[in-house]
């Protein structure tokens, strides 16, 4: 069982970021207005997650590091995308690569619960805290040296930690972020206000220019086209504010970060008039489409999909950031 749990957490966790996006995803599950991240050595030696949502009560705790077991209903989150996560493998996988604690407070408890291995089972104590979940992850791959050999330097990991934040925070600005540890510069992006109103983007477009910063929001276009069932929004950069490097580009699609070449093709698309080879433009697109239209079981990670209609997401993208270019005066 060990064993098992050391391969099924191969395909989980690849490196420290992974897990940094399956707790965070699971804090934003459990309806989190606060989450705190605190990082050492690249995530190496330290990832601790603290959020102030729902909480879980014992028997809850107990099966949350249980390979398969989910509070989440699996027959709804197939076919729809309301929770993150898939479906009860991360905590186990992380307990299996790496040391785990949980310290966790259900909002009507009075008193937290602790959970730790001891001689690799898990025990639960009563644990004094503010409610909500605090996961720690200590000594990653300390069992596994063939993963810890693979592991970057402490600074790339971290980078790649600051990168799965901010993806997610895009995508949620509704709920403050905040990125510590000795081994980075404090990100702190507070809640923004969002509006029920359909058109209403203000909180999306402040949330982004907290992340891609004042210059960026000054020198960037509102997007929002419709396609068919293809609706685009987002900021996209003035041709005149570009990158030497493709890590500014954000893609969503129903509200979750991926990565895709249907997407990152479009939007050089549209930039294809303006852009030297080697300069690369800035944006954030937010995808919707019917979720008919897309596979999101692609990967158990689920950075990526799969569309039915490429061709007419690529249109929509095209003509949503082309046209506001041209509104613009380019
Ligand atoms: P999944 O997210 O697919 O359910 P996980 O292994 O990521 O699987 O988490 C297992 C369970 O642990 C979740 O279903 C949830 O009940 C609980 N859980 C994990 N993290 C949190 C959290 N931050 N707050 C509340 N409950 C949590
Ligand atoms: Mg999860």
Do not use: C
Not at 192 to 210: C, I, M, T, W, Y
Not at 233 to 259: C, D, E, H, I
């Amino acid at each position: 069982n060990d064993l098992v749990n050391k391969i099924a957490a191969g395909e989980v966790i690849e490196r420290p970021a992974s897990i940094v996006k399956e707790l965070v995803e699971n804090s934003l599950d459990a309806g989190a207005t606060r989450i705190a991240i605190t990082t050492g050595a690249g995530g190496k030696s330290l990832i601790r997650i603290e959020d102030d949502g729902y909480g879980m009560g014992e028997e809850d705790l107990r099966l949350s590091v249980e390979r398969h077991a989910t509070s989440k209903l699996p027959e709804d989150d197939l076919d729809h995308i309301s929770t993150l996560g898939f479906r009860g493998e991360a905590l186990a996988s992380i307990s299996a690569v790496a040391d785990l604690r949980i310290a966790t407070r259900p909002r009507d408890e009075e008193l937290g619960l602790q959970l730790r291995f001891v001689d690799g089972d898990a025990v639960i104590s009563p644990h004094p805290m503010p409610h909500g979940t605090v996961i720690e992850v200590r000594e990653l791959f300390k069992n596994v040296p063939a993963r810890l050999k693979f592991l970057k330097s402490d600074r790339a990991e971290s980078n790649a930690i600051t990168d799965v934040m901010k993806r997610l925070a895009m995508s949620k600005p509704h709920v403050q972020f905040i990125l510590s540890g000795s081994d980075r510069q404090t990100l702190n992006w507070p809640a923004q206000p969002v509006s029920d109103a359909e058109d209403d983007f203000q909180g999306d477009k402040n949330r982004l220019g907290q992340i891609l910063g004042l210059d960026f929001a000054q020198n960037a276009v509102p997007i929002d086209y419709q396609r068919g069932p293809v609706r685009v929004r987002g900021m996209a950069a003035l041709p005149t504010y570009t990158k030497a490097n493709s890590l500014s580009q954000f893609y969503f699609v129903n509200g979750r970060p991926v990565r895709d070449k249907v997407l990152l093709g479009a939007l050089r698309g549209a930039y294809a008039d303006f852009l030297h080879r080697d300069r690369f433009p800035v944006a954030a697109l937010f995808v919707d489409l019917p979720s008919q239209d897309l596979d999101v079981n692609v990967h158990p990670a689920k950075a990526e999909v799969r569309f039915r209609d490429a061709g007419l997401v690529r249109a929509a993208v095209i003509r949503g950031v082309m046209n506001a270019l041209d509104a613009a005066g380019f």
